[in-house]
């Protein structure tokens, strides 16, 4: 039973490009969630897609954008990159109205801004 | 605007030593708290997760408690060891109610615990 997977692992870029970074939840899960870690803080919400549509978002400028697949796999979309945006992105997935349940995170892509 | 904050920001302690890890929050309105571990450069893994009618979890050396009405939670490491050394971080699943009365919530985290234990 595979769990959440993401791609890239590392990806580089420069100031003003735009990046995709991609998720397939665990199997099971229909709710995805993208969470945000700069090195040495604890990860920021960024949004939630359940359904195909977005249904909770954190405090991210509209640069941060993403879209949830009929499959489940979700993907984040940041349009011209700033060197702040330098950091761990996370995907987490979960069974929507299911609170019992932990959420299932991946091991992340690291995006570093030159 | 719920916030989460843990103590201490990082401990170091011998091996074989019971440890205690704090994590607070602001706002009761919870599903539930969890406690995850992330080791260097990788994502996180669940270690224990409490829901909001419960008052602690075990699973091996590890126990969490919760009390929702004071928003502070901690997580008790017993006989430690060097492989429990990690980053620990407390996260809270917060109510959102919507439409149709289907809730959607996202984790507030705190920064974290970095804890080493040296042999």
């Known amino acids: 039973d595979a769990g959440v997977t993401q791609s890239p692992t590392h990806l580089i870029k420069t100031r003003g490009q735009q990046v995709t970074l991609r998720c397939s939840p665990k199997s099971g899960h229909d709710t995805v969630s993208w969470y945000q870690q700069a090195l040495g803080q604890g990860p920021q919400f960024i949004f939630q897609?359940?359904?195909?549509?977005?249904?909770q978002r954190g405090n991210f400028p509209d640069r941060f954008s993403g879209h949830q697949f009929p499959n489940y796999s979700s993907e984040l979309n940041v349009n011209a990159l700033l060197l702040g945006d330098s950091a761990l992105y996370l995907c987490a997935s979960s069974l929507a109205g299911n609170s019992n349940q932990p959420q299932h995170f991946g091991d992340g892509t690291r995006l570093s801004i030159l | 605007k719920q916030e989460v904050t843990q103590i201490p920001a990082a401990l170091s302690v011998p091996e074989g030593e019971n440890l205690v890890l704090n994590c607070s929050f602001t706002?009761?309105?919870?599903?539930?708290l969890q406690w995850f571990r992330q080791d260097p450069g990788k994502g996180l893994t669940s270690l224990l997760l409490?829901?909001?009618?419960?008052r602690e979890q075990t699973s091996g050396r590890l126990n969490a408690s919760l009390d929702k009405s004071s928003g502070r939670s901690t997580l008790y490491i017993a006989a430690s060891q060097p492989g429990d050394s990690a980053t620990y971080l407390c996260a809270v699943l917060s109510k959102s109610l919507r439409a149709g009365g289907t809730s959607y919530g996202k984790l507030t985290f705190g920064q974290g615990t970095i804890l080493t234990v040296h042999p």
């Open positions: 409490i829901q909001s009618s419960q």
């Open positions: 897609y359940y359904e195909e549509e977005e249904r």
């Open positions: 706002d009761s309105a919870i599903y539930n």
